[in-house]
Each structure stands twice: as structure tokens, then as C-alpha cells.
């Protein structure tokens, strides 16, 4: 039996990250991204033992620092 292809084509762009991806879209090191993580400044997703960063977390954060670069709230 098949599978039937959904509706949709599948997106392009991954929707997780693993954290040493994320190291590279965010241009950060392991350890400033796990504290953004521990912190709840980014948030993050486990699927069994690996830690995963949602695309629109990444969105978020970048949104964040771009609030707090014009003195913004967060």
C-alpha cells in the first residue's frame, strides 16, 4: 500500500533546526545558544534526545533583538 502525497507541496525551507544549524543561521555559538534557550529568550522543541529550534522561534528571537537594538520592550 502507498502513501497518498499530500495537497500541498512540501516546504523548502526546514521548519526545525538542530541547534548547530541554528548556530549558523544565527551566526552564534553553542554556548550563547543554549543560554538563549535556558533563559526562554528562544524557544526550543525536544523530539527524543535532540533539541530542535522551530523556524518562527528563530523568527522571534531576531525580532527581539532587533526590538531591543531601538530600545524597545520586549
Not at 552564534?28 to 525536544?46: A, D, H, N
Not at 529550534?53 to 537594538?69: F, K, N, Q, T
Amino acid at each position: 500500500m502507498s502513501v497518498a502525497a499530500p495537497d500541498r507541496a512540501m516546504p523548502t525551507t526546514p521548519m526545525l533546526y538542530r541547534v548547530e544549524d541554528a548556530m549558523r543561521v544565527l551566526s552564534m555559538g553553542r554556548t550563547l545558544i543554549y543560554e538563549q534557550i535556558r533563559r526562554g529568550r528562544l524557544r526550543s522543541v525536544k523530539q527524543g534526545r535532540t533539541r530542535l529550534i522551530p523556524l518562527a522561534a528563530i523568527e522571534e528571537y531576531v525580532a527581539l533583538l532587533e526590538r531591543e537594538a531601538r530600545g524597545g520592550e520586549r
